[in-house]
C-alpha cells in the first residue's frame, strides 16, 4: 500500500487541533486502558489498519492481555470485559454506527449507569476523535506497522 497525502503535512494547524483533542484526552477522567480500548473497537468497526497496528501496541504497553485484544470484536459474549467496560464499548458501536439507531436511550442508559456526566463526555469526545482518525488515516493509506508505543514522557496517541 502507497499512502496518498500526508493530512499532517498539508494541513498542520488542523493536525495540531486534533493533537489537541488528543492530549485533552490523555488528561480526561476516563482511564488509558479503557481510551485505547474504546479506540481499539472503534478502529475495528472502521477496518483501519493504522489505528488497529498503533492501538493494539498501545495496550499491549499498557499491560492488556492478548485474551481481551483478540476476543474484543466478540465482547458481548465474552466474559473477559467489566460491565462499566461494555457501557462503553456499547456507546462506542452506537456512535460509530450512527445511523443503526442514533444513540439509542438504551445504550445511553446503561453508559450513564457506569459513567458520570464529565466522564460521558469525555467518553463520547473520544469516539468522536478516533472517528476523525480513522477517517483521515483511511483516506490518506496510512501505512501501518512503524508505531511505536509512546514512552513515558510522551502524552499523546492517536
Given amino acids: 500500500m502507497q499512502p496518498r497525502f500526508s493530512y499532517a503535512k498539508l494541513s498542520p494547524d488542523a493536525y495540531q487541533a486534533m493533537i489537541a483533542l488528543e492530549r485533552y484526552l490523555a488528561q480526561s477522567s476516563i482511564e488509558k486502558n479503557l481510551l485505547h480500548l474504546i479506540k481499539f473497537r472503534v478502529s475495528q468497526i472502521n477496518g483501519c489498519a493504522f489505528c488497529l497496528d498503533m492501538h493494539s501496541k498501545d495496550l499491549r504497553a499498557l499491560g492488556e492481555s492478548e485474551q481481551r485484544l483478540y476476543s474484543l ?76 508505543p509512546a514512552t513515558a514522557h510522551q502524552t499523546v496517541s492517536v
Avoid at 460509530?96 to 456526566?117: C, K, M, R, S, W
Avoid at 464529565?118 to 483521515?136: C, G, H, K, P, Y
Fill in 73 to 148: 470484536d466478540a465482547w458481548r459474549e465474552c466474559p473477559y470485559y467489566t460491565e462499566r467496560e461494555r457501557a462503553a464499548l456499547a456507546w462506542a458501536e452506537a456512535l460509530t454506527l450512527i445511523t443503526q439507531g442514533h444513540a439509542p436511550d438504551a445504550v445511553y442508559a446503561q453508559l450513564h449507569a457506569h459513567f458520570n456526566e464529565q466522564e460521558v463526555s469525555d467518553l463520547t469526545f473520544a469516539i468522536a476523535t478516533i472517528n476523525a482518525w480513522n477517517r483521515l488515516a483511511i483516506s490518506a493509506r496510512t501505512v501501518p506497522g512503524s508505531y511505536q
